[in-house]
């Protein structure tokens, strides 16, 4: 079906009432893996890089958790059960754009790139906090989710796709795995805007879930490669 949703799932089970147990799980499979490549950068030496991807990996697997229930006990929740995992990720971009700054070899710059990274962080968290104080979610959640992923867009791109490029032509072709990274989750876009659902259970986000695992593959064969450079 593309151009509208399918009906979300529900589940009703001992008096409890349940919904979207696709995308719990989808989210459920992305923290265990985000928590396994957590766990394996351990095999790293500390530098700033790769601590920031180890707090990427945290952070985005617990956003994504939190995100699973979210959709599974909205219920419940309901929409303020969705703004954790909004803000965590915008976090776990952070680390990410911070890990890439952290390589930049003029020390003044890099302390200016920095100070920008957490200013957009901030302004977007800020504009964020606006959209949830003003805007009725119930009548659409998406839009409480567009300032969150513009963020991750600028971000990804800035980190992935620019300073990424620049490593490449400058240091190692290691880098490479990272733009391949981005160019695996430019699809994601089309497939939320476009609604692309391939299955009531398998709907956009789950499909998105699966480009999304991917990258976090990709990401740890470029820090495992870029690392076996600076060995």
């Not at 229930?69 to 703004?83: N, R, S």
């Amino acid at each position: 079906m593309i151009g509208k949703d399918f009906d979300k799932i529900e589940w009703n089970v001992a008096g409890f009432h349940f919904l979207e147990p696709n995308a719990l799980v989808g989210d459920v499979c992305l923290f265990l893996l985000s928590m396994y490549l957590y766990k394996r950068m351990n095999q790293f030496d500390p530098s700033h890089f790769n601590t920031y991807w180890k707090r990427f990996y945290l952070f985005f697997g617990i956003g994504f958790l939190m995100g699973g229930f979210g959709h599974f006990l909205f219920h419940y929740w309901g929409v303020p059960g969705k703004y954790a995992s909004w803000f965590i990720g915008m976090v776990a971009t952070l680390q990410i754009e911070l890990a890439f700054i952290s390589d930049w070899k003029n020390e003044q710059q890099l302390q200016r790139l920095r100070k920008l990274a957490y200013l957009k962080f901030l302004v977007f968290c800020l504009i964020e906090c606006y959209v949830l104080y003003t805007t009725d979610l119930s009548i659409d959640q998406s839009k409480g989710l567009k300032i969150p992923s513009l963020d991750s867009a600028i971000g990804l791109i800035f980190s992935l796709g620019f300073l990424a490029r620049i490593y490449h032509k400058q240091r190692s072709v290691a880098f490479r795995y990272f733009n391949w990274a981005l160019f695996i989750m430019i699809p994601i876009a089309f497939i939320i805007e476009l609604k692309i659902n391939l299955h009531p259970y398998f709907d956009r986000n789950d499909f998105s879930h699966v480009l999304l695992g991917i990258s976090l593959l990709i990401y740890f064969q470029g820090i495992r490669k870029v690392s076996m450079r600076t060995a």
